[in-house]
């Protein structure tokens, strides 16, 4: 157990970043929190932070406990409320307007996003929301609320970036993993946010980078996978992969998927590879119809880098990142993917079961 000096100094940063076998970096193992400076310690897994009034990002204050991987977020002063909404989904206007009316009653401000469709909205529905571009309503509120499915929640994901602003999904999709409130279930949820009882569930992501030739060509984050793939047409492809700078394999196959846990019920269950549980630290490497039967999924550490290189010229690949951005690939080129120093804070229901999603979702025993 580290010494109660050292656990204060590693909160002298609002990122305490320590250094691990040479890899990235990762957060402490141990923290402390300021508001409960004298009271107990609590030890946190490897991918949670606990932040006091003086620490944080974008000046808000959290403070977590312990709760199956998912900390119970204490209660927080709300002052501005961003809504983004899933396009073409008409139905999703009302729910607006009542969320505007929930944020009047308790002077919070609402801000929107620029496809929000402002003009349309106050001419529908007489409700006035204020509208921002991405990049500076994700840094200005306290929290946002989606209204669409698990792939308008993914989109949010990259787009909150650095900021890591806690994200309350209403489902207008079809499957729900992410976005797990109904329409009916928002001003609960909204209540229950001001009220402290929920919990802040943070999920794992990862950055990928593309090299040709030692030139970078393209970087981002994801929430679920990165998928390399084959076209229709093309015949099977080789993958040279490495972890940590091992030799692992040259996979012959369709393609292969490197996978978070919680996209674990993606893509990669469809290619016959395990779920994972949402708070596990770890990621999983899937072929997707590999030419030897062998060649199985690869569970490994959440910190493990991953380099891999096409081996196959003259076919039609492509790079696919949360199945929401592309682009094709060419012989030699290098996909190093790592863990992302950000997560994406995921607003749950302090009484949600996960296996009940999974059950649900996924019509087990049915």
């Given at each position: 157990m580290a010494s109660f000096s050292s656990l204060i100094t590693h909160h002298l940063s609002p990122y305490p970043l320590t250094p691990r076998r040479g890899r990235g970096y990762h957060p402490p193992k141990f923290s402390v929190s300021i508001p409960k400076l004298y009271g107990s310690l609590s030890r946190f897994s490897g991918g949670d932070r606990a932040?006091?009034?003086d620490f944080g990002i974008s000046g808000r204050a959290y403070t977590f406990r312990r709760r199956l991987g998912d900390p119970l977020m204490e209660k927080i002063a709300v002052r501005r409320v961003g809504v983004l909404i899933k396009p073409h989904q008409p139905d999703a206007l009302k729910t607006i307007c009542r969320l505007v009316e929930w944020c009047a009653e308790r002077g919070i401000a609402v801000v929107g996003g620029p496809r929000l469709g402002r003009a349309q909205i106050t001419a529908e529905t007489g409700c006035a929301v204020e509208t921002l571009e991405h990049s500076e309503l994700v840094k200005s509120v306290d929290f946002?609320?989606?209204?669409?499915?698990?792939?308008?929640?993914i989109a949010t994901a990259r787009m909150v970036g650095d900021h890591g602003t806690p994200v309350l999904g209403i489902n207008y999709g079809t499957l729900g993993y992410l976005a797990d409130f109904t329409h009916e279930e928002m001003i609960p949820a909204l209540d229950s946010i001001l009220a402290g009882t929920y919990t802040l569930d943070q999920r794992l992501m990862l950055a990928a980078e593309?090299?040709?030739?030692?030139?970078?060509?393209?970087h981002d984050r994801v929430l679920n996978d990165v998928v390399i793939s084959k076209s229709a047409l093309a015949r099977i492809i080789e993958i040279e992969t490495r972890i940590d700078g091992k030799f692992v394999n040259c996979f012959r196959a369709d393609g292969l998927i490197i996978s978070t846990p919680t996209g674990s019920t993606a893509y990669n269950l469809s290619a016959g590879g395990p779920v994972i549980y949402p708070s596990m630290g770890a990621v999983v490497i899937t072929p997707i119809c590999p030419h030897t039967l062998s060649n199985r999924p690869l569970v490994v550490p959440d910190d493990a880098e991953f380099e891999l290189t096409l081996k196959t010229s003259n076919e039609e690949v492509g790079l696919t990142l949360d199945g929401q951005v592309g682009m094709p690939l060419e012989y030699e080129d290098r996909i190093v993917v790592r863990k992302s120093r950000t997560s994406f804070n995921l607003i749950q229901s302090n009484t949600r079961n996960y296996f009940d999603v999974l059950r649900n979702k996924l019509k087990w025993g049915r």
């Amino acid at each position: 157990m580290a010494s109660f000096s050292s656990l204060i100094t590693h909160h002298l940063s609002p990122y305490p970043l320590t250094p691990r076998r040479g890899r990235g970096y990762h957060p402490p193992k141990f923290s402390v929190s300021i508001p409960k400076l004298y009271g107990s310690l609590s030890r946190f897994s490897g991918g949670d932070r606990a932040r006091g009034p003086d620490f944080g990002i974008s000046g808000r204050a959290y403070t977590f406990r312990r709760r199956l991987g998912d900390p119970l977020m204490e209660k927080i002063a709300v002052r501005r409320v961003g809504v983004l909404i899933k396009p073409h989904q008409p139905d999703a206007l009302k729910t607006i307007c009542r969320l505007v009316e929930w944020c009047a009653e308790r002077g919070i401000a609402v801000v929107g996003g620029p496809r929000l469709g402002r003009a349309q909205i106050t001419a529908e529905t007489g409700c006035a929301v204020e509208t921002l571009e991405h990049s500076e309503l994700v840094k200005s509120v306290d929290f946002i609320v989606v209204l669409g499915g698990d792939g308008t929640m993914i989109a949010t994901a990259r787009m909150v970036g650095d900021h890591g602003t806690p994200v309350l999904g209403i489902n207008y999709g079809t499957l729900g993993y992410l976005a797990d409130f109904t329409h009916e279930e928002m001003i609960p949820a909204l209540d229950s946010i001001l009220a402290g009882t929920y919990t802040l569930d943070q999920r794992l992501m990862l950055a990928a980078e593309v090299y040709r030739g030692g030139e970078k060509l393209h970087h981002d984050r994801v929430l679920n996978d990165v998928v390399i793939s084959k076209s229709a047409l093309a015949r099977i492809i080789e993958i040279e992969t490495r972890i940590d700078g091992k030799f692992v394999n040259c996979f012959r196959a369709d393609g292969l998927i490197i996978s978070t846990p919680t996209g674990s019920t993606a893509y990669n269950l469809s290619a016959g590879g395990p779920v994972i549980y949402p708070s596990m630290g770890a990621v999983v490497i899937t072929p997707i119809c590999p030419h030897t039967l062998s060649n199985r999924p690869l569970v490994v550490p959440d910190d493990a880098e991953f380099e891999l290189t096409l081996k196959t010229s003259n076919e039609e690949v492509g790079l696919t990142l949360d199945g929401q951005v592309g682009m094709p690939l060419e012989y030699e080129d290098r996909i190093v993917v790592r863990k992302s120093r950000t997560s994406f804070n995921l607003i749950q229901s302090n009484t949600r079961n996960y296996f009940d999603v999974l059950r649900n979702k996924l019509k087990w025993g049915r």
